[in-house]
């Protein structure tokens, strides 16, 4: 019932920068918790980071902190990943999510992911 499609994807060597979208279908997108995530080759799937259904309150992973972004625009139904400093170690596809906020961390919705590949 909400489908979401990435963006923003592609090549930058380290310590550039690269901004994800997330575009999201429907009409209650305000409702939903949106999560950042991505999977390495080789490598299971990582939580990123995550913005509440407002966009007044992010959490992120270790590994980001400091480095990425996460804002919302719930006019355009969009979510984005500011991402500055980039590593090789944060190659890997890019998927967005949505939870609905009644249930935060239940993931329902996901994107068909992005590819960030930062070379050293």
């Known amino acids: 019932q909400v489908q979401l499609v990435e963006s923003g994807g592609g090549l930058v060597q380290a310590g550039g920068s690269l901004r994800l979208s997330c575009a999201a279908s429907?009409?209650?997108?305000?409702?939903?918790?949106m999560g950042w995530f991505r999977q390495a080759p080789g490598k299971e799937r990582d939580f990123v980071a995550t913005?509440?259904?407002?966009?007044?309150?992010?959490y992120y992973a270790d590994s980001v902190k400091g480095r990425f972004t996460a804002s919302r625009d719930n006019a355009k139904n969009t979510v984005y990943l500011q991402m500055n400093s980039l590593k090789p170690e944060d190659t890997a596809v890019y998927y967005c999510?949505?939870?609905?906020?009644?249930?935060?961390?239940?993931?329902?919705?996901w994107g068909q992911g992005t590819q960030v590949t930062v070379s050293s």
């Open positions: 429907g009409r209650t997108f305000s409702s939903y918790t």
């Open positions: 999510a949505a939870a609905h906020y009644t249930t935060p961390r239940m993931y329902a919705y």
């Open positions: 913005i509440s259904s407002s966009g007044d309150s992010t």
